[in-house]
Protein backbone atom coordinates (compact mmCIF):
# COMPACT_ATOMS: atom_id res chain seq x y z
CA UNK A 1 0.00 0.00 0.00
CA UNK A 2 1.41 3.24 -0.87
CA UNK A 3 1.95 5.37 2.31
CA UNK A 4 -0.74 8.07 3.07
CA UNK A 5 0.14 11.41 2.83
CA UNK A 6 -1.85 13.02 4.86
CA UNK A 7 -3.37 11.98 8.78
CA UNK A 8 -6.37 12.96 10.24
CA UNK A 9 -7.40 12.34 13.73
CA UNK A 10 -9.88 11.06 15.81
CA UNK A 11 -9.82 13.87 18.81
CA UNK A 12 -11.90 12.80 21.84
CA UNK A 13 -10.26 9.87 23.83
CA UNK A 14 -7.27 9.21 20.74
CA UNK A 15 -5.72 13.05 21.37
CA UNK A 16 -7.11 14.06 23.86
CA UNK A 17 -8.42 12.44 27.60
CA UNK A 18 -11.95 13.68 28.06
CA UNK A 19 -12.64 11.28 30.73
CA UNK A 20 -10.16 11.93 33.05
CA UNK A 21 -9.97 15.70 32.01
CA UNK A 22 -13.63 15.99 33.21
CA UNK A 23 -13.26 13.63 36.01
CA UNK A 24 -10.98 16.19 37.19
CA UNK A 25 -12.71 19.51 36.76
CA UNK A 26 -15.92 18.44 38.27
CA UNK A 27 -14.64 16.84 41.30
CA UNK A 28 -13.15 20.06 41.83
CA UNK A 29 -15.74 22.00 41.37
CA UNK A 30 -18.90 20.00 42.78
CA UNK A 31 -17.53 17.00 45.17
CA UNK A 32 -20.54 15.78 46.38
CA UNK A 33 -21.03 15.08 42.88
CA UNK A 34 -19.69 11.53 41.41
CA UNK A 35 -17.23 12.86 38.27
CA UNK A 36 -17.08 9.38 36.87
CA UNK A 37 -20.39 9.31 36.43
CA UNK A 38 -20.95 12.60 35.77
CA UNK A 39 -18.46 11.99 32.69
CA UNK A 40 -19.74 9.16 31.42
CA UNK A 41 -23.07 10.42 31.64
CA UNK A 42 -22.40 13.27 29.29
CA UNK A 43 -20.60 11.25 27.11
CA UNK A 44 -22.84 8.68 26.93
CA UNK A 45 -25.68 11.25 25.43
CA UNK A 46 -23.12 12.07 22.46
CA UNK A 47 -23.94 9.54 20.07
CA UNK A 48 -27.65 9.71 20.33
CA UNK A 49 -27.70 13.70 20.21
CA UNK A 50 -25.47 13.51 16.55
CA UNK A 51 -27.90 10.73 15.72
CA UNK A 52 -31.45 12.94 15.47
CA UNK A 53 -28.45 14.76 12.90
CA UNK A 54 -27.46 12.14 11.03
CA UNK A 55 -30.69 10.74 10.14
CA UNK A 56 -31.90 13.74 8.75
CA UNK A 57 -34.33 14.93 11.18
CA UNK A 58 -32.40 17.71 12.31
CA UNK A 59 -30.46 20.15 10.39
CA UNK A 60 -26.70 20.66 11.08
CA UNK A 61 -25.60 22.08 14.47
CA UNK A 62 -22.53 22.44 15.84
CA UNK A 63 -21.65 19.95 18.88
CA UNK A 64 -21.02 22.93 21.42
CA UNK A 65 -25.17 22.69 21.43
CA UNK A 66 -25.67 19.07 21.78
CA UNK A 67 -23.16 18.96 24.51
CA UNK A 68 -25.07 21.59 26.06
CA UNK A 69 -28.34 19.97 25.69
CA UNK A 70 -26.87 17.20 26.92
CA UNK A 71 -25.75 18.85 30.27
CA UNK A 72 -29.02 20.34 30.90
CA UNK A 73 -30.57 17.24 30.75
CA UNK A 74 -28.11 15.43 33.22
CA UNK A 75 -27.92 18.32 35.90
CA UNK A 76 -30.51 16.94 37.86
CA UNK A 77 -29.24 13.88 38.16
CA UNK A 78 -26.33 14.85 39.86
CA UNK A 79 -27.99 17.60 41.88
CA UNK A 80 -26.97 20.46 40.03
CA UNK A 81 -30.05 22.18 38.43
CA UNK A 82 -29.84 25.06 40.24
CA UNK A 83 -26.47 26.06 38.06
CA UNK A 84 -27.53 29.30 36.08
CA UNK A 85 -26.54 30.11 32.44
CA UNK A 86 -23.15 31.35 32.73
CA UNK A 87 -21.87 28.73 34.38
CA UNK A 88 -23.40 26.01 32.68
CA UNK A 89 -21.88 27.86 29.63
CA UNK A 90 -18.22 27.73 31.26
CA UNK A 91 -19.26 24.38 32.21
CA UNK A 92 -19.57 23.47 28.83
CA UNK A 93 -16.51 24.88 27.89
CA UNK A 94 -14.54 21.80 29.29
CA UNK A 95 -14.90 20.31 26.03
CA UNK A 96 -12.85 22.93 24.85
CA UNK A 97 -9.97 22.33 27.40
CA UNK A 98 -9.67 18.71 27.68
CA UNK A 99 -5.99 17.67 28.27
CA UNK A 100 -3.85 15.58 25.53
CA UNK A 101 -2.67 12.29 26.54
CA UNK A 102 1.07 12.40 27.87
CA UNK A 103 2.17 10.91 24.33
CA UNK A 104 0.11 13.22 21.95
CA UNK A 105 2.16 16.49 21.56
CA UNK A 106 5.26 14.71 21.10
CA UNK A 107 3.87 12.21 18.72
CA UNK A 108 2.14 15.00 16.36
CA UNK A 109 5.33 16.35 16.07
CA UNK A 110 7.31 13.66 15.09
CA UNK A 111 4.27 12.97 12.55
CA UNK A 112 4.10 16.36 11.32
CA UNK A 113 7.61 16.78 10.16
CA UNK A 114 6.71 13.18 7.79
CA UNK A 115 3.06 14.13 7.04
CA UNK A 116 0.40 16.72 7.00
CA UNK A 117 -1.32 16.35 10.35
CA UNK A 118 -5.54 17.47 10.56
CA UNK A 119 -7.82 17.00 13.43
CA UNK A 120 -11.36 15.08 11.75
CA UNK A 121 -13.20 15.48 14.66
CA UNK A 122 -17.33 15.81 15.45
CA UNK A 123 -15.89 18.55 17.45
CA UNK A 124 -16.93 22.09 15.89
CA UNK A 125 -14.33 24.40 14.61
CA UNK A 126 -13.62 27.31 17.57
CA UNK A 127 -13.92 24.07 20.23
CA UNK A 128 -10.60 21.95 18.66
CA UNK A 129 -9.08 25.67 17.86
CA UNK A 130 -8.98 26.49 21.03
CA UNK A 131 -8.33 22.79 22.57
CA UNK A 132 -5.31 23.05 20.30
CA UNK A 133 -4.54 26.38 21.71
CA UNK A 134 -4.56 24.99 25.12
CA UNK A 135 -3.15 21.63 24.71
CA UNK A 136 -0.35 22.76 21.94
CA UNK A 137 -1.26 20.38 19.41
CA UNK A 138 0.38 21.46 16.63
CA UNK A 139 -1.87 20.69 13.51
CA UNK A 140 -1.34 21.70 10.03
CA UNK A 141 -5.58 22.24 9.36
CA UNK A 142 -8.26 22.25 12.28
CA UNK A 143 -10.98 19.93 10.14
CA UNK A 144 -14.07 19.29 11.31
CA UNK A 145 -18.00 17.81 11.03
CA UNK A 146 -18.57 21.55 11.22
CA UNK A 147 -16.81 21.93 7.69
CA UNK A 148 -18.56 19.22 6.07
CA UNK A 149 -21.74 19.68 7.97
CA UNK A 150 -22.07 16.22 8.96
CA UNK A 151 -21.20 13.87 11.15
CA UNK A 152 -18.99 10.98 11.44
CA UNK A 153 -19.52 8.42 10.25
CA UNK A 154 -21.30 9.97 7.22
CA UNK A 155 -18.83 9.55 4.09
CA UNK A 156 -18.73 13.65 3.37
CA UNK A 157 -16.21 14.01 6.72
CA UNK A 158 -13.99 11.23 4.95
CA UNK A 159 -14.01 11.86 1.74
CA UNK A 160 -14.44 15.81 2.79
CA UNK A 161 -11.63 15.77 4.26
CA UNK A 162 -9.59 13.45 1.06
CA UNK A 163 -11.23 16.70 -0.73
CA UNK A 164 -9.95 19.12 0.79
CA UNK A 165 -6.50 18.34 -0.27
CA UNK A 166 -7.25 16.81 -3.62
CA UNK A 167 -6.14 13.41 -2.28
CA UNK A 168 -7.49 10.08 -3.49
CA UNK A 169 -8.76 8.07 -0.42
CA UNK A 170 -6.65 6.21 0.09
CA UNK A 171 -3.59 8.90 0.16
CA UNK A 172 -5.49 9.86 3.43
CA UNK A 173 -4.92 7.62 6.86
CA UNK A 174 -7.66 7.70 10.05
CA UNK A 175 -6.34 7.58 12.89
CA UNK A 176 -8.77 6.83 15.97
CA UNK A 177 -8.92 4.92 19.09
CA UNK A 178 -12.24 3.44 17.88
CA UNK A 179 -12.81 0.73 15.39
CA UNK A 180 -16.25 1.76 14.04
CA UNK A 181 -15.00 5.32 13.32
CA UNK A 182 -12.12 3.50 11.45
CA UNK A 183 -14.24 1.00 9.45
CA UNK A 184 -16.52 4.09 8.31
CA UNK A 185 -12.98 5.77 7.16
CA UNK A 186 -12.09 2.35 5.14
CA UNK A 187 -15.92 2.07 3.97
CA UNK A 188 -14.78 5.09 2.32
CA UNK A 189 -11.16 3.85 0.99
CA UNK A 190 -8.94 5.76 3.80
CA UNK A 191 -6.65 3.96 5.34
CA UNK A 192 -6.70 3.37 8.96
CA UNK A 193 -4.89 3.56 12.18
CA UNK A 194 -5.83 2.09 15.24
CA UNK A 195 -4.52 3.37 18.88
CA UNK A 196 -4.99 1.77 22.39
CA UNK A 197 -6.70 4.35 24.35
CA UNK A 198 -7.67 1.44 27.38
CA UNK A 199 -7.86 4.38 29.85
CA UNK A 200 -10.03 6.35 27.73
CA UNK A 201 -13.64 5.85 29.79
CA UNK A 202 -11.45 5.54 33.27
CA UNK A 203 -9.12 3.55 35.15
CA UNK A 204 -12.53 1.76 36.35
CA UNK A 205 -13.48 1.06 32.98
CA UNK A 206 -10.77 -0.46 31.11
CA UNK A 207 -11.68 -0.85 27.21
CA UNK A 208 -10.23 -3.66 25.05
CA UNK A 209 -8.14 -2.68 22.48
CA UNK A 210 -7.41 -6.04 20.94
CA UNK A 211 -6.47 -5.48 16.87
CA UNK A 212 -8.55 -5.52 14.70
CA UNK A 213 -6.88 -7.21 11.04
CA UNK A 214 -8.42 -5.06 8.77
CA UNK A 215 -6.53 -2.19 9.99
CA UNK A 216 -3.71 -0.57 8.40
CA UNK A 217 -1.60 0.11 11.32
CA UNK A 218 -2.08 -0.85 15.36
CA UNK A 219 -0.27 1.57 17.74
CA UNK A 220 -0.20 1.97 21.66
CA UNK A 221 0.30 5.14 21.24
CA UNK A 222 0.78 8.08 18.91
CA UNK A 223 4.48 7.73 19.60
CA UNK A 224 4.25 4.31 18.52
CA UNK A 225 2.67 5.05 15.48
CA UNK A 226 5.42 7.70 14.79
CA UNK A 227 7.76 4.42 15.11
CA UNK A 228 5.96 2.21 12.94
CA UNK A 229 5.90 5.32 10.12
CA UNK A 230 9.72 5.86 10.29
CA UNK A 231 9.18 9.79 11.42
CA UNK B 1 -13.18 49.96 22.26
CA UNK B 2 -12.74 46.89 24.13
CA UNK B 3 -9.58 44.89 22.62
CA UNK B 4 -10.45 41.68 19.90
CA UNK B 5 -9.88 38.51 21.39
CA UNK B 6 -9.78 36.76 17.57
CA UNK B 7 -7.61 38.18 15.01
CA UNK B 8 -8.41 36.72 11.72
CA UNK B 9 -5.87 37.59 8.06
CA UNK B 10 -6.17 38.21 4.79
CA UNK B 11 -3.33 36.29 3.12
CA UNK B 12 -2.55 37.33 -0.22
CA UNK B 13 -0.21 40.32 0.09
CA UNK B 14 -0.76 40.57 3.81
CA UNK B 15 1.02 37.84 5.12
CA UNK B 16 2.35 36.28 2.01
CA UNK B 17 4.33 37.69 -1.06
CA UNK B 18 2.14 36.17 -3.95
CA UNK B 19 4.11 38.79 -6.70
CA UNK B 20 7.75 37.96 -5.72
CA UNK B 21 7.17 34.55 -5.29
CA UNK B 22 5.31 34.13 -8.42
CA UNK B 23 8.26 36.35 -10.10
CA UNK B 24 11.05 34.58 -8.36
CA UNK B 25 9.48 30.68 -10.01
CA UNK B 26 7.96 31.74 -13.47
CA UNK B 27 11.71 33.75 -13.59
CA UNK B 28 13.69 30.31 -12.76
CA UNK B 29 11.48 27.90 -15.05
CA UNK B 30 10.58 30.24 -17.99
CA UNK B 31 13.22 33.07 -18.39
CA UNK B 32 12.00 34.35 -21.56
CA UNK B 33 8.76 35.36 -19.53
CA UNK B 34 8.08 38.34 -18.40
CA UNK B 35 7.55 37.16 -14.82
CA UNK B 36 6.39 40.45 -13.21
CA UNK B 37 3.89 40.98 -16.13
CA UNK B 38 2.38 37.18 -15.86
CA UNK B 39 2.09 37.57 -11.98
CA UNK B 40 0.02 40.74 -12.50
CA UNK B 41 -1.84 39.23 -14.93
CA UNK B 42 -2.74 36.32 -13.17
CA UNK B 43 -3.61 38.23 -10.07
CA UNK B 44 -5.37 40.60 -12.05
CA UNK B 45 -8.37 37.62 -12.89
CA UNK B 46 -8.88 36.69 -9.39
CA UNK B 47 -11.49 39.34 -8.76
CA UNK B 48 -13.43 39.10 -11.65
CA UNK B 49 -13.33 35.41 -11.10
CA UNK B 50 -14.44 35.12 -7.87
CA UNK B 51 -17.44 37.53 -9.20
CA UNK B 52 -18.56 34.93 -10.80
CA UNK B 53 -19.40 33.49 -7.35
CA UNK B 54 -20.05 36.26 -5.55
CA UNK B 55 -23.41 37.36 -7.95
CA UNK B 56 -24.70 33.88 -7.61
CA UNK B 57 -23.82 33.39 -11.44
CA UNK B 58 -22.11 30.55 -10.71
CA UNK B 59 -22.05 27.55 -7.44
CA UNK B 60 -19.29 28.29 -5.25
CA UNK B 61 -16.14 26.76 -6.51
CA UNK B 62 -12.64 26.58 -4.39
CA UNK B 63 -10.00 29.16 -5.92
CA UNK B 64 -7.68 26.43 -6.61
CA UNK B 65 -10.06 26.13 -9.72
CA UNK B 66 -10.68 29.31 -10.87
CA UNK B 67 -6.87 30.20 -10.47
CA UNK B 68 -6.32 27.10 -12.71
CA UNK B 69 -8.85 28.65 -15.23
CA UNK B 70 -7.32 31.97 -15.38
CA UNK B 71 -3.90 30.68 -15.56
CA UNK B 72 -4.93 28.46 -18.74
CA UNK B 73 -6.28 31.30 -20.43
CA UNK B 74 -3.19 33.34 -19.99
CA UNK B 75 -0.74 31.19 -21.07
CA UNK B 76 -0.89 31.21 -24.70
CA UNK B 77 -0.22 35.18 -24.45
CA UNK B 78 3.15 34.42 -22.38
CA UNK B 79 4.03 31.46 -25.17
CA UNK B 80 3.31 29.16 -23.19
CA UNK B 81 0.85 27.00 -24.26
CA UNK B 82 2.49 24.02 -24.81
CA UNK B 83 2.61 23.02 -21.21
CA UNK B 84 0.75 19.80 -20.62
CA UNK B 85 -2.03 19.28 -18.16
CA UNK B 86 1.01 18.22 -15.14
CA UNK B 87 3.02 21.07 -15.70
CA UNK B 88 0.11 23.45 -15.46
CA UNK B 89 -1.08 21.66 -11.78
CA UNK B 90 2.32 22.36 -10.65
CA UNK B 91 2.44 25.63 -11.88
CA UNK B 92 -0.90 26.13 -10.34
CA UNK B 93 0.83 25.33 -6.95
CA UNK B 94 2.85 28.18 -6.38
CA UNK B 95 -0.13 29.11 -4.46
CA UNK B 96 0.52 27.05 -1.87
CA UNK B 97 3.74 27.71 -1.61
CA UNK B 98 4.08 31.35 -1.61
CA UNK B 99 6.21 33.07 0.57
CA UNK B 100 5.60 34.52 3.68
CA UNK B 101 6.77 38.10 4.32
CA UNK B 102 10.15 38.27 6.50
CA UNK B 103 8.10 39.59 9.43
CA UNK B 104 5.41 37.29 9.18
CA UNK B 105 5.91 34.11 11.04
CA UNK B 106 7.62 36.23 13.64
CA UNK B 107 4.96 38.58 14.21
CA UNK B 108 2.24 35.85 13.96
CA UNK B 109 4.20 33.93 16.70
CA UNK B 110 4.17 37.18 18.93
CA UNK B 111 0.70 37.90 18.36
CA UNK B 112 -0.53 34.27 18.81
CA UNK B 113 0.76 34.33 22.41
CA UNK B 114 -2.18 37.10 22.89
CA UNK B 115 -5.06 36.41 20.90
CA UNK B 116 -6.22 33.40 18.90
CA UNK B 117 -5.18 34.22 14.97
CA UNK B 118 -6.81 32.38 12.07
CA UNK B 119 -6.22 32.80 8.53
CA UNK B 120 -9.32 34.13 6.67
CA UNK B 121 -8.73 34.13 2.94
CA UNK B 122 -10.56 33.54 -0.27
CA UNK B 123 -7.83 30.53 -0.88
CA UNK B 124 -9.48 27.14 -0.09
CA UNK B 125 -8.18 25.57 3.16
CA UNK B 126 -5.79 22.97 1.37
CA UNK B 127 -3.85 25.72 -0.28
CA UNK B 128 -3.72 27.41 3.00
CA UNK B 129 -2.64 24.28 4.86
CA UNK B 130 0.03 23.47 2.33
CA UNK B 131 0.90 27.28 2.74
CA UNK B 132 1.16 27.42 6.33
CA UNK B 133 3.07 24.42 6.31
CA UNK B 134 5.73 25.10 3.50
CA UNK B 135 5.78 28.92 5.08
CA UNK B 136 5.68 28.01 8.74
CA UNK B 137 2.54 31.04 9.46
CA UNK B 138 1.54 29.28 13.37
CA UNK B 139 -2.12 29.45 12.58
CA UNK B 140 -4.26 28.31 15.78
CA UNK B 141 -6.85 27.38 13.22
CA UNK B 142 -6.99 27.68 9.18
CA UNK B 143 -10.18 29.57 8.16
CA UNK B 144 -11.16 30.12 4.74
CA UNK B 145 -14.15 31.36 2.14
CA UNK B 146 -14.01 27.51 1.69
CA UNK B 147 -15.70 26.47 4.95
CA UNK B 148 -18.19 29.26 4.36
CA UNK B 149 -18.78 28.92 0.83
CA UNK B 150 -18.76 32.60 0.08
CA UNK B 151 -16.15 34.62 -1.33
CA UNK B 152 -14.73 38.08 0.35
CA UNK B 153 -15.85 40.29 0.81
CA UNK B 154 -19.02 38.73 1.32
CA UNK B 155 -20.59 39.38 4.55
CA UNK B 156 -21.31 35.89 5.34
CA UNK B 157 -17.19 35.13 5.83
CA UNK B 158 -16.66 37.95 8.63
CA UNK B 159 -19.39 36.89 10.51
CA UNK B 160 -19.02 33.23 10.07
CA UNK B 161 -15.63 33.16 11.11
CA UNK B 162 -17.03 35.74 14.20
CA UNK B 163 -19.39 32.69 14.59
CA UNK B 164 -16.96 29.99 14.40
CA UNK B 165 -15.67 31.59 18.05
CA UNK B 166 -18.91 32.20 18.83
CA UNK B 167 -17.55 35.68 19.10
CA UNK B 168 -19.53 39.23 18.78
CA UNK B 169 -18.34 40.74 15.36
CA UNK B 170 -16.83 43.18 18.02
CA UNK B 171 -14.14 41.02 19.38
CA UNK B 172 -12.49 39.84 16.25
CA UNK B 173 -10.05 41.83 14.33
CA UNK B 174 -9.59 41.85 10.65
CA UNK B 175 -6.12 42.20 9.28
CA UNK B 176 -5.56 43.46 5.87
CA UNK B 177 -3.41 45.12 3.39
CA UNK B 178 -6.06 45.98 1.57
CA UNK B 179 -8.60 48.84 2.51
CA UNK B 180 -12.06 47.13 0.61
CA UNK B 181 -11.63 43.85 2.69
CA UNK B 182 -11.82 45.55 6.07
CA UNK B 183 -14.08 48.56 5.07
CA UNK B 184 -15.96 45.52 4.44
CA UNK B 185 -14.84 44.03 7.52
CA UNK B 186 -16.03 46.56 9.16
CA UNK B 187 -19.69 47.19 8.24
CA UNK B 188 -20.10 43.69 10.05
CA UNK B 189 -18.93 44.93 12.71
CA UNK B 190 -15.73 43.83 12.91
CA UNK B 191 -12.30 45.95 14.46
CA UNK B 192 -9.53 46.38 11.36
CA UNK B 193 -5.97 46.33 11.03
CA UNK B 194 -4.42 48.01 7.77
CA UNK B 195 -1.16 46.68 7.23
CA UNK B 196 1.55 48.53 4.94
CA UNK B 197 2.44 45.98 2.24
CA UNK B 198 3.98 48.83 -0.53
CA UNK B 199 5.62 45.84 -2.48
CA UNK B 200 2.63 43.83 -2.52
CA UNK B 201 2.92 44.45 -6.35
CA UNK B 202 6.53 44.63 -6.90
CA UNK B 203 9.08 47.32 -6.30
CA UNK B 204 8.06 48.57 -10.39
CA UNK B 205 4.60 49.54 -8.92
CA UNK B 206 4.38 50.54 -5.26
CA UNK B 207 1.62 50.70 -3.35
CA UNK B 208 -0.29 54.11 -1.52
CA UNK B 209 -0.09 52.61 1.84
CA UNK B 210 -2.00 56.05 3.41
CA UNK B 211 -3.88 55.44 6.52
CA UNK B 212 -7.60 55.75 6.46
CA UNK B 213 -9.02 56.84 9.35
CA UNK B 214 -11.77 54.36 10.12
CA UNK B 215 -8.96 51.42 10.81
CA UNK B 216 -8.96 50.52 13.98
CA UNK B 217 -5.02 50.31 13.85
CA UNK B 218 -2.26 50.95 11.55
CA UNK B 219 1.20 48.98 11.08
CA UNK B 220 4.17 48.85 8.83
CA UNK B 221 4.20 45.21 9.55
CA UNK B 222 2.84 42.23 12.09
CA UNK B 223 6.10 42.98 14.13
CA UNK B 224 4.30 46.45 14.50
CA UNK B 225 1.15 45.62 15.20
CA UNK B 226 2.66 43.26 17.62
CA UNK B 227 4.14 45.91 19.50
CA UNK B 228 0.96 48.41 19.08
CA UNK B 229 -1.08 45.35 20.38
CA UNK B 230 1.24 45.13 23.45
CA UNK B 231 2.62 41.49 22.74
Redesign the interface.
Known amino acids: MTPPRILVFDIFGTVVDWHGSIVREVSQRFPQVDADAFALAWRAGYQPAMEAVRSGGRGFVKL?VLHREILDGLLPRFGLDHLGDAERADLNRIWHRLSAWPDSVAGLTRLKSHF?I?SLSNG???L???M??NAGLPW????SA??FQAYKPDPRVYLGAAG???AKPGEVMMVAAHHDDLAAARTCGLQTAYIERPLEFGAAHVKDVSPQPDNTWHARDLLHLADQLGC
Chains 1, 2 share one sequence.
Do not use: S, Y
Request: charged residues 30%; aromatic residues 4%; contains cysteine.
Open positions: DTCNLGLADAKDCVLEVVFD
